[in-house]
């Protein structure tokens, strides 16, 4: 970067400003292009992580979900890429660690990241043309948003990639309660509509008004893009205004989100959502108190009120949170509860969930109840401390999961969109000082907070959200009673011209791109890759007996410490308890300490203190299976002491068998998995496919698929005190069987001399306060692989999730890597094709697991199911009988083996490292999976498929979709009512 000033004028761009980032390393650069007003921003620092984002400002004004349908269809070929869909050929050879494209209620962003220049660039030159120069192929219009297609038996049906996708979110309560907390505050601006459509509505779009939406918004003068990283400014800004911004010209739009005219008084709103037909719905229902609060121009207001949702609810302990639970009015609290800051004006949630509609006049006397209680009487020092310090953790850690440029992107756009600064919510250091200052000059600066927004605010909304029986059958009956409609208008000239329509698409859709078309996607070569794998040092030390692992790593002041505690030795009844065991261990009272103090104390002088099981084969000796419950703490290193003394005295003296406790985190967990089934249903369907057989994922679905699903449900049945007292013991027996210091390995990252300080503190607590183990065996129960090689699981769903698991390589063997390459095939092609673009599924993938010697092929929000089987099977037998190409199997080596320079964060490294260390995955190995990848031809690849069909013959699916669906399919796969599985409700 040259020495830049604000007016100075680069490649068509005005500097604008310059400021000084240091809590991101960095500064902040902001431009406007001259002739078009495109607005630009540079976060500027050494990440080699880059990430840009194309962000357009896109109001709507009605339920069509046409934004939605957009940004679905831009990405499908466009003036200087004109395939079918330039998105999946990118990602076919693409060492990327991030790419898509995201619709929000007043916004649609399409962000991108890759650590490979090169790379950067192409990917930002495909993403450039699709929103300024798309074809916008009315096939593409009707492949990605809705048509009327004929189906086998010759009826006439609604299909659609963004009308079955929102038929999934429609399916699920927790979905419809977050959309309704919002809507349900602004019946008066473009808020009250859904952007991602509603299935009753998405018929309703024509394509002129697709094609018009993107005339009205997708123009520079509209956009904002944001950038993030080290390539130097004047390279991306000479690249995007030399290939794309100069056809155009300034353009007088400026679409606003206007701001809801504030009541007087509250409002209360009915919803209904899905329920089975032979469910109850007593106790199901979720109640939402929602405030409309301050508007994005004050940081500082909206910092204050991110931190009073982390006064009221951000852990167990919290006042409002623990009032909630404790009252009994229902199960847990709702997860749509907290601060929602992706819109104009920030809106507050609090929910109650398992509940009953007749509960709603108490629900709202015990929150304003309590919120009136600490306006007047006071929040207490510990918590308001507490939650400033437990925020300023999460801005300070080094996060892992996502690149470190998207979470900023959201950050900036805050603000950005609606005409204020990029920096203005992006800083955060200054407005936090702020606040403390505010804080410490006025004790009750945040009690005047809560009655100003929350107390006294008279805008808000009461949502009941209700199960219904009749949901499903009636959002079938009014699409049934749309088409018999139609069908009473539609002359046999019309239905011809559907059936037209549908043979252009399917001609669309069957015609492979021209080899000169192809060509036009820019792509990475193996020399782009890197020259070698990424290497994580583990040091391994035994200190006092207890093994420990090291990793000397940056991590920004904050210690991570994992506790490994082998449960081998075990029943199958106790596996079943020990998710229990842990959210107990983490979240419960110690003697003389409530449980609300201990997670305050928690809250003060940690990051975080939670556990997660995991099972897996160990490759230094296949015969054994290595299960473990992890406990992960994380803290800033000047909080070592009191941190260790709160974890051990978790570990050791909690009330475990406390039954009032007991009943809250059993409740707790049944809602959560309740409410994760139909969200997250393609993960459900394939652990419990692989858990048919193989024996480390039926550890896997004991602890956290559909049986442990089923398991807690049982313990939430009836849950007498004589029940509790037993639960209790349980727990308490485990724990005293499993958390021993001759039981346990160590996992410590911190910087350099910090780790020499911290460990004698961590074995000295280990020797003091945890017990030798008792006498306890070390073979345990291992669970059966299940039986039945289809299973089909009744949820009450629009869509359905289709997943296939079989046999197949090892991770030490090379036709493992030839597996590995495969599934990237599979899934950026065939499958994308078949069952995504042809099929209506909203995704479609293949995986290799290696560790575990199994290929699995999965679906999400999938109208078909004995399409979506036929699919996996001729996906494989077209790859058995035709060679991939040099071409396709060069993409696939790029692909799979630049997965390797996705950076980690210290988190991610720590966990990983140990991981490798535990299971016996050691670096000669990987770099002997690299070499296999990058020696692979097409032949292997198709005798890999050839082994995967054979073994298919043996393969389990399992199918979670509504009962009607599950019927229609095994009228073509008799197998899927072999067993039928219905879940408890």
């Known amino acids: 970067m040259g020495q830049l000033k604000p007016g100075d004028q680069i490649h068509g761009f005005v500097l604008e400003s310059i400021t000084d980032l240091e809590e991101y390393r960095g500064k902040g650069y902001t431009f406007e292009h001259g002739r078009t007003g495109l607005q630009l921003f540079h976060l500027f620092n050494d990440d080699e ?63 991108a990241s890759s650590p490979v220049e090169k790379d950067y660039f192409n990917i930002m030159g495909v993403y450039a043309d699709a929103v300024f120069f798309p074809l916008l192929k009315e096939e593409v219009f009707r492949q990605e948003g809705h048509r009327l297609e004929f189906d086998e038996e010759g009826k006439l049906k609604i299909t659609g990639i963004v009308y079955n996708e929102m038929k999934g979110v429609y399916s699920n309560h927790d979905s419809i309660a977050a959309e309704w907390s919002i809507r349900s505050l602004f019946p008066d601006t473009g808020y009250r509509n859904n952007s991602g459509g509603d299935p009753e509505s998405i018929p309703d779009l024509t394509y002129d008004q697709f094609v018009k939406f993107h005339d009205d918004y997708y123009h520079p003068s509209n956009c904002r893009v944001f950038l993030y990283g080290n390539i130097p400014t004047e390279k991306q800004l000479e690249f995007l205004n030399g290939n794309y911004l100069g056809a155009f010209k300034r353009k007088n739009i400026h679409p606003e989100i206007e701001k809801q005219p504030r009541w007087k008084e509250k409002r209360v709103y009915t919803i209904k959502s899905p329920l089975s037909p032979d469910e109850s719905a007593v106790g199901k229902s979720s109640i939402l108190i929602n405030w409309l609060t301050e508007e994005v121009s004050d940081p500082v207001n909206l910092l204050t009120l991110e931190v009073i949702s982390e006064i009221l609810l951000g852990n167990q302990g919290s006042p409002l949170y623990k009032a909630i639970v404790d009252s009994g009015l229902g199960s847990d609290v709702s997860p749509v509860s907290g601060l929602e800051t992706d819109i104009r004006e920030f809106v507050f949630s609090v929910g109650l969930r398992g509940t009953d509609p007749d509960k709603q006049e108490a629900f709202e006397d015990l929150v304003y109840g309590i919120l009136q209680k600490l306006s007047e009487q006071g929040i207490d020092k510990d918590t308001a401390e507490g939650a400033l310090k437990r925020i300023e953790f999460r801005n300070r850690e080094i996060r892992g999961g996502a690149p470190a440029g998207l979470r900023l992107m959201d950050k900036t756009l805050r603000g950005w969109l609606h005409g204020y600064p990029p920096e203005l919510t992006l800083e955060f250091t ?154 107990m261990i983490t979240s419960s009272a110690l003697p003389g300490i409530p449980y609300d103090r201990v997670a305050q104390l928690f809250t003060l002088h940690t990051g975080g203190f939670y556990s997660f099981l995991e099972s897996s084969s160990n490759l230094k000796d296949r015969n054994e299976i290595k299960n473990t419950i992890f406990f992960r703490l994380k803290f800033l290193r000047e909080e070592l002491q009191k941190a260790l003394e709160i974890s051990f005295g978790m570990f050791a003296d909690s009330l475990v068998d406390d039954a009032s406790r007991l009943k809250d985190i059993i409740l707790e967990m049944k809602g959560d998995f309740t409410a994760s089934i139909v969200p997250s249903g393609h993960s459900y369907a394939a652990l419990r496919a692989g858990s048919k057989l193989n024996t480390v994922l039926a550890f896997e679905e004991k602890w956290r698929g559909l049986e442990q699903f089923v398991f807690i449900s049982s313990l939430a049945e009836n849950l007498t005190d004589e ?109 994308w094709e078949t069952v995504r673009m042809k099929g209506g599924a909203y995704g479609a993938s293949a995986s290799a697991n290696g560790m575990e010697g199994l290929f699995t092929f999965t679906s999400y929000r999938d109208p078909g199911i004995s399409g979506t089987l036929e699919s996996y099977r001729e996906g494989l037998s077209i790859l058995a009988k035709k060679t991939p190409d040099d071409d396709t199997v060069e993409k696939a080596v790029i692909a799979v083996v630049g997965r390797d320079v996705r950076p980690l964060s210290p988190g991610e490294k720590s966990i990983i490292g140990f991981r490798r260390t535990l299971y016996g995955i050691d670096d000669t190995l990987r770099r002997q999976k690299r070499g296999w990848l990058l020696d692979i031809r097409g032949e292997e690849l198709s005798r890999a498929a050839e082994r995967l069909l054979e073994a298919m013959k043996h393969s389990s699916t399992v199918v979670l979709a509504g009962g009607d669906s599950i019927h229609h399919a095994s009228l073509k796969v008799p197998e899927l009512a072999d067993t039928i599985t219905k879940l408890p409700g």
Request: hydrophobic share 40%.
């Open 723 to 831: 029940k509790l007292k037993k639960i209790g013991e349980k727990i308490r027996s485990l724990r005293q069987r499993i958390l021993s210091k001759d039981n346990v390995a160590v996992n410590i990252s911190a910087s350099g001399d910090e780790i020499e300080r911290i460990l004698p503190e961590v074995i000295r607590a280990l020797k003091d306060k945890l017990p030798l183990r008792l006498d306890f065996p070390k073979d345990g129960e291992n669970p059966e692989p299940g039986t039945g090689l289809f299973e089909s699981v009744v949820i009450p769903a629009s869509v359905g999730f289709v997943s296939t698991s079989l046999n197949a390589s090892f991770l030490e063997n090379r036709n493992h890597a030839a597996e590995l390459l495969l599934s990237h095939i599979l899934k950026t092609e065939y499958l």
């Open 430 to 583: 200054r407005w936090m000082e702020k606040i403390k200052k505010e804080f410490a000059a006025d004790p009750l600066f945040f009690e005047k907070y809560i009655r100003l927004h929350l107390v006294d605010n008279p805008h808000r909304s009461v949502v009941v959200v209700q199960p219904d029986k009749e949901y499903t059958r009636q959002i079938a009956g009014k699409e049934e009673e749309r088409i018999s409609l139609l069908l009473k208008k539609l002359t046999p000239a019309d239905l011809d011209v559907i059936r037209e329509q549908n043979r252009r698409l399917a001609e669309f859709q069957n015609t492979p791109d021209t080899p000169e078309a192809v060509a036009t996607i820019p792509l990475l070569s193996r020399s782009d890759l890197p020259d070698d794998i990424s290497i994580i040092k583990t040091e391994k030390r035994v200190q006092e007996d207890i093994p420990v692992f090291i990793h000397d790593l940056y991590t920004n002041g904050i210690v991570y410490i994992d506790f490994g505690f082998d449960t081998g030795g075990l029943s199958i009844e106790d596996h079943m308890y020990l998710p229990l065991l842990g959210k």
């Open 49 to 111: 992580d880059n990430l840009f984002s194309f962000a357009f400002k896109t109001p709507v004004s009605d339920d069509t979900g046409v934004a939605h349908i957009l940004e679905h269809s831009v990405l499908s070929g466009s003036r200087n890429y004109p395939v079918k869909d330039p998105f999946m050929a990118l990602i076919k050879g693409s060492m990327n660690t991030f790419i898509n494209a995201m619709t929000y209620p007043d916004k649609t962003i399409y962000p």
